[in-house]
């Protein structure tokens, strides 16, 4: 079994906070257009649905976990199918990440331009957030651990602000009536939150590098924190907005802060969540960039460095793409989020039927002596 340094390890709580930031952002951000556009005031309904079939598939991912033994995972799946099948699944599964890692930039540059940086080319943009992501993945899973620490402390801290402040602005009757267009449209938003709550996955690929053992309850508290934090803005915005108002909203979470005040002299206070989101995306860009690294661990000589360039490179091409944004939505709610389940779900199946061959064969084997 692969030896990880210590001082390149992590706990299962700093693994809990790690998915408050980096899968945080997209359950807080990312999704919150989507479901309220299909699934519109009763989108939390949607969020609660998707919480049950997840807490279901959490001992699955802990059966790979528990029969991988801490490995890292395409090195023992070299050892059950071999290695050139296994380079091919994690090329294919890195190219995946780093999809996932520029639609995170380039919702970022997009904000960015709507918000406080309208002028500055997004060219410019990139290159400053893939180098700054760039520079913190080449470090260890601890330093980027222990940064998350001190971000996401202000991130709370401003999240509990806003949901505070903006009780004055709240009218929870627009939440009624409920399943007011039946329950079709309830259960076609759930792929939406799937889509962020299946990226739980992420902490398979990065087994080898957590050294307290992994249970059932750390999963389960991941799953209801994200799910805590799509709920938020999610009712936040349908009770301040209204469900019509908020479904167009390109950026929900965002324009809530715009009705923060305190008195009458203390208003405008949104640059705050210039700090949330991009502290959001450091984090979750970075930790993207972090886990294809780890796919050298298949290829040691060749790869670290060249695959985190590359990956950083590639990121960074595919955000400044040239299609509209109006393409870009229609993109990511018709392929990226729904793929996103199915790819780290349907990955989860094989990875578990590959280990249940490997018992079984094992068994057979043992009968056999």
Known sequence: M?????SDSI?????????????????????????????????????????????????????????????????WLSNLIGPTLSKVLAFLLM???????????????TWTNITFLPTTPPIVLVIV???I???????????????????????????????????QHKQPSLLLPILEHGYSRVFDGMIYQASGMSEIFFFLLLQHKIE??????????????????????????IIEFGPTEASIQRFPPYEEW??????????????????????????????????????????????????????SAVTGLLTLI???????????RTFILPSTFWLFFSFSIFLSLAALIQVIGKRRSTNAV
């Not at 692969?2 to 210590?6: E, H, N, S």
């Not at 750390?218 to 709920?231: E, F, N, S």
Request: charged share 10%; with cysteine.
């Open 2 to 6: 692969l030896v990880i340094k210590q």
């Open 11 to 75: 706990t299962a709580v700093h693994m809990i906070l790690l998915a408050m930031t980096a899968i945080g952002l997209k359950n807080h951000v990312f999704v919150i257009s989507p479901l309220i556009d299909t699934s519109g005031r009763d989108a939390w309904l949607t969020v609660l649905l998707t919480l049950f079939p997840t807490i279901l598939w959490i001992p699955l991912i802990l059966y790979i976990h528990k029969k991988a033994n801490k490995q890292p995972l395409f090195l």
């Open 95 to 109: 190219c995946y990440l780093i999809i996932l890692s520029s639609v995170s930039l380039r919702e970022t540059i």
């Open 129 to 131: 957030f893939v180098f």
């Open 133 to 167: 992501c760039w520079m913190l993945a080449g470090n260890n899973l601890r330093t980027i651990s222990m940064l998350n620490v001190f971000l996401l402390f202000f991130i709370t801290i401003f999240g509990l602000f806003v949901a505070i402040a903006n009780i």
């Open 212 to 237: 307290t053992p992994i249970r059932f309850r750390h999963y389960l508290i991941i799953t209801l924190i994200l799910t805590v934090l799509t709920l938020g803005p999610l009712i936040g915005a």
């Open 258 to 311: 715009g009705l923060v005040s305190i008195g009458r002299y203390i208003e405008h206070v949104d640059f705050l969540s210039i700090y949330q989101w991009l502290s959001g995306v450091f984090i979750r860009i970075s930790l993207l960039l972090f886990i294809i690294k780890e796919f050298s661990i298949l290829n040691p000589k060749h790869w670290e460095s060249r695959s985190l360039l590359f990956s």
């Open 322 to 332: 040239p299609i509209t944004d109006h393409q870009f939505i229609a993109l990511l």
